[in-house]
């Protein structure tokens, strides 16, 4: 069965960096592109990036563009995220997904939460 | 690409069909699912290019529409069903989800 486990969320100060890990079994991982989504506390859903399935593109959100990166090991059957320059309004919880063809995310990981605070 | 949900929040008993519309601030094309998030809980797909059901999503929900609006449907409300529920377009980047529409039991 598809599963995505995250790791690698924390505490972190202001302007601090941090990178989080989501590594993926039962389906073949080089075949699918890769989305980050994160939720602020009581807040909806909002996309971060996207990775493609050979890591040739990557595209982000305007809040993050600059500051975020998206790589992945194929080897490793992983995906990350590096976050540098962390603000308070990153202070969420990030999901992994899984991203077909189409776009959508069809399966998550079970989410890791960063929190950005002095 | 901007998304816009209505209502915000909706209040219904079970047995009850409800709709969710999304529209979006310019032509999607086909490019839109439906999410379902209970509290505390991970997302789940429940529809992507409009109306296609992800697997194991019961029949009782559907979606329609093209362009800029769309709908999403439960035939029947289920207790299983107040969550709330989120549209995404893919058509293009960056990506964006609408804000949500919480569902609640009356």
């Known amino acids: 069965q598809v599963q995505l486990v995250q790791s690698g969320g924390g505490v972190v100060q202001p302007g601090g960096s941090l990178r989080l890990s989501c590594i993926a079994s039962?389906?073949?991982?080089?075949?699918?592109?890769m989305h980050w989504v994160r939720q602020a506390p009581g807040e909806g859903l909002d996309w971060v990036g996207f990775i493609r399935y050979d890591g040739s593109d990557q595209h982000y959100s305007d809040s993050v563009k600059g500051r975020f990166t998206i790589a992945r090991d194929n080897s490793k059957n992983t995906v990350y995220l590096q976050m540098n320059s962390l603000r308070h309004q990153d202070t969420a919880m990030y999901y992994c997904?899984?991203?077909?063809?189409?776009?959508?995310?069809?399966?998550w990981g079970q989410g890791t939460l960063v929190t950005v605070s002095s | 690409i901007q998304l816009t949900q209505s209502p915000s929040f909706l209040s219904a008993s079970v047995g009850d069909r409800v709709t969710i519309t999304c529209r979006a601030s310019?032509?999607?094309?086909?490019?839109l699912a439906w999410y379902q998030q209970k509290p505390g809980k991970v997302p789940d797909l429940l529809m992507y290019s409009v109306s296609t059901l992800q697997t194991g999503v019961p029949s009782r929900f559907s979606g329609s529409g093209s362009g800029t609006e769309f709908t999403l449907t439960i035939s029947s409300l289920q207790p299983e069903d107040f969550a709330t529920y989120y549209c995404q377009q893919s058509n293009s980047y960056p990506l964006t989800f609408g804000p949500g529409t919480r569902l609640e039991i009356k």
């Open positions: 997904a899984r991203g077909p063809l189409m776009l959508y995310a069809d399966y």
């Open positions: 039962g389906f073949t991982f080089s075949y699918f592109g």
């Open positions: 310019q032509g999607i094309g086909s490019h």
